[in-house]
């Protein structure tokens, strides 16, 4: 059974700090990684996708991935009350496989 | 250029009432990915298929649940006899036919609530 599990948080953090989310995954052989956020009664938007070790930035967001501790991560630097939601870690395969999500977790920016 | 379309996106059953949720997939795309979501809980992957193909289903409970991607025309979930239970988000997602599986584009969702 593939897990990936996420702190639900909520994770309260002040108007341009850096917020750090983390995630861990049970499945060695998972290749592909991505962070989607959530606002409350609204449908996943895909915020980054990371498929090798290292670091992938995109803007204010960073995710990290190391695939020996099987974990992976996202950094929002210079986080914004529009930040707050809920962020969802997924994980697949290669291919086709479907992506296992996390339970995703709050994120809180206050002014 | 639209994206994922959903309906309805509220829909409200009585118990022992079938539920039918409809999915356009984003045009071009021939995978379409059933997900539900209880609340305060994650995304749970329950249905993948291709067109008139059910390619994974492992997600799906095995009594009154069931889905279909015809040739022509939206991919359909349908829940038969509902339960409390089954009040939960139901989020439909796409992705191109040349890449993996791995880009997703969710829809709006459609937000059943059984009675």
């Known amino acids: 059974q593939k897990e990936v599990e996420q702190n639900s948080g909520p994770l309260s953090v002040p108007e341009g700090a850096i917020a750090s989310l983390n995630c861990t995954y049970s499945d060695r052989v998972s290749q592909s990684f991505f962070w989607y956020r959530q606002y409350s009664g609204k449908s996943p938007e895909l915020i980054m996708s990371i498929y090798s070790n290292g670091d992938k930035e995109d803007g204010r967001f960073t995710a990290q991935l190391n695939k020996a501790s099987q974990y992976v991560s996202l950094l929002i630097r210079d986080s914004q009350p529009s930040d707050s939601a809920t962020y969802l870690c997924?994980?697949?395969?290669?291919?086709?496989?479907?992506?296992?999500f996390g339970k995703g977790t709050m994120l809180l920016v206050s002014p | 250029n639209a994206g994922v379309m959903q309906n309805p996106r509220h829909l409200v059953r009585r118990r022992g009432q079938e539920a039918r949720l409809r999915c356009s997939p984003v045009?071009?795309?021939?995978?379409v990915y059933w997900y539900r979501q209880l609340p305060e809980e994650g995304l749970k992957f329950m249905v993948y298929l291709q067109k008139e193909n059910i390619i994974d289903e492992s997600g799906m409970p095995k009594e009154r649940f069931s889905a279909e991607f015809p040739k022509e025309g939206p991919s359909i979930l349908r829940i038969q006899q509902v339960v409390r239970g089954d009040s939960a988000a139901y989020f439909c997602?796409?992705?191109?036919?040349?890449?993996?599986?791995?880009?997703?584009?969710f829809g709006a969702g459609s937000r059943l609530t059984v009675l």
């Open positions: 997924a994980v697949s395969g290669s291919g086709y496989s479907t992506l296992t």
């Open positions: 997602a796409s992705s191109p036919s040349d890449s993996g599986a791995n880009v997703l584009t």
């Open positions: 045009k071009g795309h021939s995978h």
